[in-house]
């Protein structure tokens, strides 16, 4: 089975500018949840989707929005990109029905410059 | 955003030794996940424990979920080279799945031959 797939591994962006990345879930799972990791603020939950409805959302500003598809493959884009966004975003995948572990992507390293 | 307290931040340790790390939460936590990450890799799952009390083995691994649902605890034993990284408590949400986890501060491991 494959595992959850992020695009693109890395990527620099420009003050201001927007950025969307994407999640592939394993398949079959149909939640997707996204995290930042900087290393001030450590591993923090930014929203869930499943079924794609947004189920759950964390504390981040409404720059920060995201999306699922009807394939369970879920999009994140942060607009007016800020030099404090810099960090890896990591997506996690989990069956959703009551599951209660979650595998991670490798996830998609943002530099805002 | 909220960071579970993790102890120790950090330890160099010699091959063969056995580890041991923990987790604590203000907040009850109906499941507790252990991950490890290496650098520029999003977080593994090593184990997940679903209920109070339990004790459960991954190998060298043991982690056990607190009494109290606020803390858990990780075990390596007979550390070896590849144990190297930062290693991750989580706890699940308050429904209990995984699609809102809060992370520890992480414990970085360093092993010496």
């Known amino acids: 089975k494959a595992g959850v797939t992020q695009t693109p591994r890395y990527l620099i962006k420009t003050r201001g500018q927007q950025v969307t990345l994407s999640c592939s879930p394993i398949?079959?799972?149909?939640?997707v949840s996204w995290y930042q990791q900087t290393p001030g603020q450590g591993l923090q939950f930014l929203f869930e989707?499943?079924?794609?409805?947004?189920?759950n959302k964390g504390n981040f500003p409404g720059r920060f929005s995201g999306r699922q598809f009807s394939n369970s493959r879920s999009e994140m884009n942060v607009s007016t990109l800020e030099l404090g966004d810099s960090a890896l975003y990591l997506c996690?995948?989990?069956?959703?029905?009551?599951?209660?572990?979650?595998?991670f992507g490798q996830g998609t390293r943002l530099t805002v410059v | 955003g909220q960071q579970l307290n993790q102890s120790p931040q950090s330890m160099f340790i010699q091959e063969g030794e056995d580890v041991s790390m923990n987790c604590t939460s203000s907040?009850?936590?109906?499941?507790w996940l252990w991950y490890k990450q290496d650098p520029g890799e999003g977080p593994v799952l090593l184990i997940a424990?679903?209920?109070?009390?339990e004790l459960t083995s991954n190998g060298r691994l043991t982690a056990q979920f607190g009494i109290t649902r606020k803390d858990s605890f990780l075990n390596i034993s007979a550390s070896i080279p590849s144990d190297v990284g930062i290693y991750f408590c989580?706890?699940?949400?308050?429904?209990?799945?995984?699609?809102?986890?809060?992370f520890g501060t992480g414990t970085r491991l360093q092993v010496t031959l």
């Open positions: 424990l679903y209920k109070a009390g």
């Open positions: 996690a995948s989990s069956s959703g029905q009551g599951a209660r572990e979650a595998f």
């Open positions: 989580a706890g699940g949400g308050n429904t209990g799945t995984a699609s809102k986890l809060t």
């Open positions: 989707y499943f079924s794609e409805t947004q189920r």
């Open positions: 398949s079959g799972h149909r939640s």
């Open positions: 907040s009850i936590f109906n499941t």
